[in-house]
């Protein structure tokens, strides 16, 4: 579906003519991220990070398969294989660190697109399905990124892919039975480590095909807008190309300008020392850490450590799942009409709360756990859980939005001076 | 149905964090966590002000020439060096003769195998071999040194927080001293075990290494440079830093062409933008 002023693909060339009879490819991006798909005119600099995310997933797929055709998944040459490429392979160490960095900015990217959907209410009626979508590619992600990083073999790898499997062992009765069967063993060996390279090369692809679901069901509401208005008609939209094309390739340039800083001045900085020595089962690392974009799941984790009916361990493993899982019924959770925070001015206020949240669970995550650190775990565990599953349902069905502007085109014009509903009649 | 479910929920989790943090608290103030001697008594490292610090950082090729000797006369009797070939010597500004000579006259031969016989053997090293470890394998390492295992060195510099300034300043000459009276008074229990060293550098304050450099002049160097104590410290931490990282070169220059590069696109992107939403208010 699209907007009715839509402008259609009209192709001009012979050539192209009949390519569009015999397999119209050309008209499908056309209508997808070209001149035909009508986009609000009004979007902000936050709606660059959707296409941010999938330039990231494109440069990880392509360093991912050169690195693939110099790494070796087995236990006893991997650390060495990927020394390797560092040492040896033409250009393997920007290859390596690009992809290494690249997981970084990827995720990076994606919290930041997540935010912006909850702060102007993207996952509301009518596109429940895109937020849905979007929460599956973030797990697709997580699991991604977490095998990944066991492919070095380092020490963090070893042990980090130790802790995380040990989750599975937290299920009653069939737990350990199921990690067992999960690692191939009864530690992380040849056999995890052959299966997480496999898996960590397939799952990209079905991210990449869940992506296409995404923009798919994104397409039929059309996108989102920093007011949350619908868009009423012609005048609120630009054609996605050039308007949004020209505006994304300025975020775009900056990514790139973040993304080299780190891989070519600070390559190491978002590592941990410890992958750089080989994995080793006989010696556990003092402090075991995931990388930073786990941080603040594993501060939840770590904060459940009083046993209620269920064992410590398993209400860790269960809250840490569930604070991604509850995204999920975040649509029904959230029943206010109006999307953008901006008119919420309560909500707001949690949602920023939220934010500082996740951020203080992320430093938890990574510190030491001495008392202080700890006690601010748990606090700002029950933030989370209480603003997403408690605030936010009470919230939306008693607070009092402000007034919503008539329609995109005046609240546009409102920015620039002009108010008056005939103003916005004539504006185009 | 769902936000009933959902506050269930959400004050089940509350309820399970408040006990948990009534758990913390009570722990916090009826038996808190002793300090411990590492958390007093351990030093961040001292900067040894490496040329290859910075964003345009390169090798002072002699000072990584220097750290190499400081290497193959102190460190090389115990510690191995397994990613490094002797020909990645010629980066640093050794010609391929030199090291071919080098690797011949290296003390540990590779193992090989005698070609008449098929018994084990060793061979003289060739400029594409990867150094040759001091020791046969885990176990003669840790027969040789108190049952402790010298680790490789290839990587040192990146698999330690602040990895040169971390080299430079355990074997520099205020790493090994005696233990402070102060930490003996405040923790009786961590005196330091026999055969083991006081080291404030050192994560547990212990290593098991004894003091690799010692005396002022103990390497004697072939450019003129007065060996001191810290001199040398600080020429093996650099040959260490280019050894965990030798394409650092490559990779400053290369970034700054790529950020000069990107800086360009973001200009153009940046007047693209202005030009085609000229028209249009947003």
Not at chain 1, 113 to 136: N, Q, T
């Amino acid at each position: 579906m699209s907007f009715p002023w839509a402008k259609q693909y009209e192709p001009k060339q012979p050539l192209m003519r009949w390519l569009d009879e015999k397999l119209p490819v050309p008209r499908l991006v056309y209508n997808a991220v070209g001149a035909g798909y009508p986009v609000p005119r009004n979007l902000n600099y936050f709606w660059n990070f959707g296409v941010l995310a999938g330039a990231a997933l494109g440069i990880q797929i392509i360093t991912g398969i050169v690195l693939a055709m110099h790494y070796a998944a087995n236990g006893g040459v991997a650390f060495g294989s990927v020394e390797s490429i560092m040492r040896d392979v033409n250009a393997g160490w920007f290859l390596r660190y690009a992809h290494a960095n690249g997981a970084s900015m990827f995720l990076l990217v994606v919290y930041i697109h997540i935010a912006r959907g909850l702060y102007y209410g993207s996952y509301k009626a009518p596109r429940e399905m895109v937020w849905l979508l979007g929460v599956v590619i973030f797990l697709l992600m997580m699991a991604t990124a977490f095998m990944g990083y066991v492919l070095p073999w380092g020490q963090m790898s070893f042990w980090g892919a130790q802790v995380i499997t040990g989750f599975f062992s937290a299920i009653p009765l069939v737990g350990e039975s199921i990690r067992i069967w999960l690692l191939g063993g009864y530690a992380p060996d040849n056999a995890a480590l052959n299966r997480f390279f496999s898996l960590h090369y397939l799952l990209p692809f079905v991210t990449a095909g869940v992506i296409i679901l995404h923009i798919w069901a994104l397409h039929i509401p059309g996108s989102n807008n920093p007011t949350g208005v619908d868009v009423k008609g012609k005048q609120d939209t630009v054609p996605f190309h050039p308007y949004y094309t020209a505006k994304d390739a300025v975020g775009l340039g900056v990514f790139l300008l973040i993304f080299a800083t780190l891989i070519f001045f600070s390559p190491n900085l978002l590592g941990h020392p410890d992958n750089y020595i080989e994995a080793n089962p006989l010696s556990t690392p003092a402090h075991i850490v995931p990388e930073w974009y786990f941080l603040p799941f594993y501060a939840i984790l770590k904060s459940f450590t009083a046993d209620f009916i269920l064992p410590a361990k398993l209400w860790g493993v269960l809250a840490m799942f569930g604070s991604i899982l509850l995204l999920f019924f975040l649509p029904w959770l959230d029943t206010s009409p109006v999307r953008s925070s901006n008119y919420r001015p309560k909500y707001r206020g949690f949602l920023i709360v939220l934010l500082v949240d996740v951020l203080l669970l992320g430093y938890v995550g990574g510190a030491e756990a001495n008392a202080r650190n700890v006690i601010l775990g748990q606090l700002a565990s029950a933030y989370y859980f209480l603003h997403f599953l408690v605030i936010l349902p009470l919230v939306s069905s008693s607070e009092r939005p402000r007034a919503l502007p008539n329609s995109i085109t005046e609240a546009v014009l409102t920015k620039h001076g002009g108010t008056s509903p005939a103003q916005t009649a004539l504006a185009n | 149905m769902v936000r009933i479910i959902a506050i269930l929920v959400g004050a089940a989790f509350t309820f399970v964090l408040a006990l948990a943090l009534w758990g913390t608290v009570s722990t916090a103030i009826t038996d808190p966590a002793p300090e411990t001697a590492e958390h007093e008594f351990h030093l961040h490292p001292r900067d040894a002000g490496l040329s290859s610090a910075g964003f345009f950082g390169k090798y002072d090729r002699r000072q990584v020439q220097r750290g190499f000797q400081v290497f193959k006369e102190v460190c090389a009797a115990c510690h191995s060096l397994k990613y490094v070939s002797f020909r990645d010597l010629e980066e640093i500004g050794y010609s391929e003769a030199e090291v071919k000579a080098i690797a011949n006259q290296w003390v540990i031969e590779t193992p090989s195998v005698n070609p008449d016989t098929g018994e084990a053997a060793t061979r003289k090293n060739v400029a594409s071999d990867r150094f040759p470890s001091p020791f046969a394998n885990e176990v003669a390492a840790r027969a040789a040194n108190n049952n402790a295992l010298p680790p490789d060195l290839s990587l040192i510099a990146k698999a330690r927080h602040d990895g040169a300034n971390y080299v430079f300043s355990l074997v520099g000459k205020d790493g090994y001293r005696p233990q402070p009276a102060e930490l003996l008074k405040k923790f009786p229990e961590t005196k330091t075990p026999d055969g083991l060293h006081y080291n404030p550098y050192f994560a547990n304050l212990n290593i098991a290494m004894p003091p690799p450099l010692t005396t002022d002049g103990q390497v004697t160097y072939t450019d003129g440079t007065v060996a001191t104590h810290d001199q040398m410290a600080k020429d093996v931490a650099a040959f260490l830093t280019w050894t965990a990282e030798p394409k650092l070169e490559a990779r400053h220059a290369a970034g700054f062409a790529s950020v000069v590069f990107i800086l360009i696109f973001c200009f153009l992107a940046w007047g693209a933008y202005q030009n085609v939403w000229r028209d249009v208010k947003h």
